[in-house]
Each structure stands twice: as C-alpha cells, then as structure tokens.
C-alpha cells in the first residue's frame, strides 16, 4: 500500500450518529468512555457517496489524493471539490467537500458541536 495523507486517528469506538439527507452531512461520534473523558464527533460534509460500516472499534481518516492511491482501494478520485476519505485502511469511504472533528467534554447526549442536525442532539 501506498502513503497516504492520515488526517487523524483514534483508538475508540464509533459510531454513526447522524445522517441529514438535506445538506448530505454524516456525523460519527464516540461516547466518553470515562468520566474525565472527552466526546469525539466527526462530520463530513456534502456526501456524495459512502461505504461506513454502523460502528467501528478504532476510526482512521486518509485523504486520498492521487489517482494511484485511490486505485489502491479500487476506487475512482472524484473531481474537485469533492475529496475521497477513506476509513480504517479501506474499510470503508467517504466521498464529500470536508470532513472535520470536534472533541470536548460534553455528555453523549449534548447537542453536537456540529449543529443543527434535525431532531439529533
């Protein structure tokens, strides 16, 4: 495999939150695990297509940005603006504008950071 640009990594379960069809964003979110832990949401935004699996054990984020890298995963690199970001290795993808993360210390339940998602807190 090649070397590919790793966004960010964490060794934590996820899970998907959200999905508002209206503005095609995906939010992912890990829970805290302890008390003085902290709560991860990761949004991508303008999805065109994706492949996630519901939850993941660890989540890491490449940003593919080459032809032969994307070929790798068997995948075609989607024209600007679009980005292709692909989940744990291969394991999963997601074509879209962004994608960015928030950590805080907020409860599973708190409204995200990445607000508002209809009827989602």
């Given amino acids: 495999m090649g070397t590919f640009m790793r966004l960010i990594e ?15 964003r995906l939010l992912l979110r890990s829970a805290p695990r302890f008390d003085a832990d902290e709560r991860i949401e990761v949004l991508f ?3 065109r297509h994706m ?6 054990s660890s ?3 490449d ?19 679009d980005e292709l970001f ?13 994608c960015q993360w928030h950590v805080d ?4 339940d708190a409204p995200s950071h ?3 998602f209809r009827a989602v807190k």
């Fill in 59 to 61: 989540l890491s984020i």
């Fill in 51 to 56: 492949s996630v699996s519901a939850d993941v």
């Fill in 10 to 24: 964490w060794d934590r379960e996820f899970k998907i939150w959200a999905y508002g069809f209206s503005y095609s």
């Fill in 86 to 98: 692909v989940l744990n290795s291969g394991a999963g993808y997601v074509i879209g504008t962004h």
């Fill in 63 to 81: 940003r593919i940005e080459t032809p032969e890298e994307s070929r790798e995963f068997g995948l075609a690199l989607p024209a600007a603006p």
């Fill in 114 to 116: 990445f607000s508002p």
């Fill in 45 to 47: 935004t303008n999805v």
């Fill in 105 to 108: 210390h907020e409860w599973l």
